[in-house]
């Protein structure tokens, strides 16, 4: 579990960022392994309902839990509905899009934020319990920066966040399809729809030239994440 408080990153800029992806990269990996098997065990449970009709009480509140974790609603439906709808929101999020973001928002992990507060993808919260004020917040505004006592609950968040979030969909639905069509993805697709992150209107071709000149695709492939359908 590492903060970034106790880690003096380099203020030379090429090694700062190899320092920031050596620190954070496993972080994402490691969630990305977490939601593959998440995503293998829904796939099992739909395998299975399809045979037998029916699930076992463990298996049952597993996708409950689940459904309330990534906000997908479960009253009045059939399961099968509920775990379909699940397997859009429950897959990975390529290595090299968590990065570009992280280090976009982070400053590479120089931002006040990344550093007092480990706060990696700048999230919005309305809880003054879990944020703080922004110094440049407009006035009349009301969000808060949300912190975490890790970085590694940074990252936690912002996949429960982009994989979650209403304002994300488009980018779950063309996961799905890209998914659906050959298992691969195209991050610069996917970036595209990540372009209401931000406010503003150069946020996708800021993360493209980040993941591009930074080669940061070369880390998509880390632990085979690619290789689930």
Do not use: C
């Amino acid at each position: 579990l590492i903060s970034l408080k106790k880690i003096n990153l380099s203020r030379n800029i090429s090694e700062r960022k190899e320092e920031f992806i050596n620190i954070v990269l496993p972080i994402i990996v490691d969630q990305n392994q977490k939601i593959i098997s998440l995503r293998q065990r829904l796939i099992d449970s739909k395998n299975y309902l399809n045979q037998n009709k029916t699930l076992s009480q463990t298996d049952q509140s597993f996708i409950k839990n689940l459904a309330t974790k990534y906000s997908v609603s479960t009253k009045n439906r059939h399961k099968i509905d509920i775990i379909n709808n699940l397997l859009i929101s429950v897959d990975i999020i390529p290595n090299s899009i968590a990065l570009a973001q992280a280090a976009n928002e982070s400053g590479w992990g120089s931002s006040r934020f990344a550093t007092e507060y480990n706060a990696l993808f700048g999230e919005s919260t309305y809880d003054s319990k879990a944020g703080i004020v922004p110094f440049e917040r407009e006035e009349g505004k009301k969000h808060l920066v949300r912190y975490f006592k890790t970085i590694d609950k940074s990252v936690e968040s912002y996949f429960i966040n982009i994989n979650s979030h209403f304002a994300y969909s488009k980018f779950r639905k063309l996961r799905k399809i890209l998914r659906d069509k050959n298992n691969s993805f195209s991050v610069n697709l996917l970036v595209n729809k990540l372009d209401v992150y931000a406010e503003d209107d150069e946020y996708v071709d800021i993360i493209i030239s980040i993941i591009n000149d930074n080669k940061l695709t070369q880390y998509d492939n880390i632990l085979s994440l690619l290789t689930m359908s």
